[in-house]
């Protein structure tokens, strides 16, 4: 799901959503959440791509394709889909035409101050993991971009992307503040995979990523190859999430106890009130899992 619709976001959100509405186990949940990681790596990848290979020839075409689609109605959800690619990929080339036309790896004051930070430092690499958690969303594209124009060394590129890992589980735990205890312990793990996974990466931070070179023919100690520098992004990315979740998929029950244990339920829960459980906000437009609320909130 997430590789069709691009946001991890977006399928977290959905996740929690459902845990609240009763259709998803916190388990069950935990499992999707991981899955949610290793699909947002494609992100990354179409990102590494808009920055080696010239994606006008794709866009223009995929707009006008869309747009007969969409006017025949037919296959509308086809030409949705080739209208919204295509408005991915023209934002990737007006953003990568943007950093050629910023010249950053010809500017003498960009370039000094990110040569003053000590790549070898694990305080610089923590410096930029909390740079990269504040500002998430849009910096993965940022990243890429400084990246690719060699002024940010791979070091301190990696470190942004692991802040952003953690960045990107605020959506779902913002959407969790006013929901059950249930979303809340499927947003709270969702936050524990990531930040689990980018503390055992911190301690074996240095061979991890020269691994990821290697994997990729790039030699981070030369100043040459700026074209490899996002891929070696998109390609930590992916083994990140894909080795965190073969770590942790044996730990779900553990992680669920876990979870059970840092949020306790509300006291109108743990006194038994009689409320409504499973019925509320957000699902109840679609028919079917209304329904399904309620046959679930009558059992209860």
Known sequence: VTCAVQSSSATTVMTVSFVSAGLLTLAQAISVIMGANIGTTLTAWIMSLGYNVDLTNVVFPSFLLGMVLIYKK???YVGDFLFGTAFMFLSL???????????LEHNEDVIAFFASFDTSSHLTILIFLAIGTLITCIVMAI??????????PIYLGIALVMGEIIGTTATAILVALGANTQ???AAMA???????GVMWVLTVFYPFV???????????????????????LAMFHTCFNVINTAILIW????????TCLIIRPKQQEADNVVRLQFIEGGLMATPEIAVLQAQKEIHH
Do not use: W
């Open 183 to 185: 979303a809340r312990r």
């Open 93 to 103: 080339v007006m953003l990568s035409a943007s950093g050629k036309e910023m010249d």
């Open 210 to 232: 020269n691994a990821v070179c290697h994997l990729v023919g790039y030699d981070p100690d030369t100043s040459g190859q700026i074209e490899r520098l996002p891929v070696v």
């Open 143 to 152: 990243t890429i971009l400084l990246c690719s124009t060699g002024v940010l």
């Open 190 to 196: 969702h936050l524990l995979f990531n930040v689990f």
């Open 251 to 258: 730990f779900i029950p553990q992680m669920e106890r876990l």
């Open 74 to 76: 037919r296959h509308r």
